[in-house]
């Protein structure tokens, strides 16, 4: 699974309080159940890290190197669409050659069709869907592959249903005041252009800061903990703003190019890009960040030196955690530099500034 190997997305969440180190016999107790008389119905259940179907949650299994390790395994049985409307197309032809007519009508085909999947259905292998997590106890942090809107609702309630713990999603309003005490959902309407597309968009606007310090104030970034981290952000870009909708720039240099120009010029906030973080040269962090809700996709670690799995999973979380805390780090920043009327006028001057002199170039056709 993600986070054993390879790239990972995830969403953070904030844990108040503390998990019980038994919690994970609660887990157990609601693990998944039998799929094998399942039909048309969603079942949710908890299973191990080692595959969809791992029903053995004990303490060993749940709690690899200190992390509670689980997923939330979602099973259904589904008809193909392709298959349905064949077999279907099937029965109709063979009740109209019964009938001698040349037509079906409505209620007819819909008979036909409930008959088709109830016929089918029983025979359809279980799909298996799960969304992985890992919570880490020193700093109260869960982090799951909850990625949309749908997979997080389902998440959440099962999780704060089975450990009786409510999770808080870390996005810009509740990291704004977690981290510096900032209450981004009053803070004023802050355009990079014509004052009539000004909106509130602390995520999209995090990210345009990160962009800014990348090009114009030499790419690295002190935090509060005294660290150093290098920022860079890259194309793809996708761009957006309530009233003029959505650009997506992907081909040849959207970082020069003219359509990105007409886009910042336009009033759009950068909603998605690929952020890049290095530190001392050696190690580097590289997903695609999702500004409006902090989903991070598709995060590269820096490389493992642990031989055995045990070991390249704990490298693997610290190195995670090291990303944790140096983008709340920089958001934390921006947030106080966004919160103080002073600093944020002297901010937006120099944005305003910096994104007027951006070099750009025509796309070749």
Known sequence: MSFESGSVSFRMFYVPGTLPETVHERFAADVLGSVEYLLDEELHGWVGQRHLLDRDITEASAWP????????????????????????????????????????NRQQKAEIKQQVIEKLLPTMPPQLRGIDFCYDPKAKMLYA?????????????????????KLIPVDPVSAAWKEAKCRADQWPRWSFAAEQWADTAPGREFLMWLWFMSEAKGGEVALADGGKFAVLVEGPLLFDQEEQGETSIRKGEPMLSAETRAALLSGKKLRRAKLTLARGGEEVWTCTLDADQFVVRSLKLPKTEAIDAEGRFQERMEMIDTFRQAFLGLYSTFAKLRDDEKTCKTLDAEMKAWMSARPSRKLAE
């Open 145 to 165: 592959s909850a990625l949309s809107e749908t997979q997080l609702d389902a998440f959440q309630v099962n999780f704060t249903k089975t450990s009786e713990a």
């Open 65 to 104: 190197s200190g992390f509670l390790r689980l997923a939330l395994c979602q099973a259904q049985r589904k008809i193909p669409a392709s298959l349905l409307r064949a077999e279907c197309r099937i029965e109709e032809m063979v009740w109209m050659q019964a009938e001698h007519r040349d037509y079906i």
